[in-house]
């Protein structure tokens, strides 16, 4: 990926935005899309991470596991 030095004026636009946005000219002609760094570091997560299998591990799953002395106990025998 390449990268450009934006400059005060630039970063004074972008800095706000807080959603990926298309980056057009005066035409109206798209010359790019712009995700913040917070957005693409939160999408990353996102796939790493699912809540809603997480929530149904929680509801299904709460009580089924042992107590770690219990782990403890059975591993040394």
Do not use: C, N, Y
Not at 7 to 21: F, M, N, Q, Y
Not at 24 to 50: C, H, I, N, S, Y
Not at 56 to 73: F, H, N, S, Y
């Amino acid at each position: 990926m390449g990268a450009i030095t934006a400059t005060a004026e630039v970063v004074s636009i972008l800095r706000p935005l807080k959603e990926t946005t298309e980056i057009r000219d005066a035409q109206g002609q798209v010359l790019g899309v712009f995700t913040p760094q917070t957005v693409a570091e939160e999408e990353r997560l996102k796939l790493m991470f699912d809540l809603e299998e997480a929530e149904r591990v929680l509801a299904t799953e709460r009580d089924a596991g042992q107590p770690l002395q219990e782990i403890w106990r059975d591993l040394r025998g």
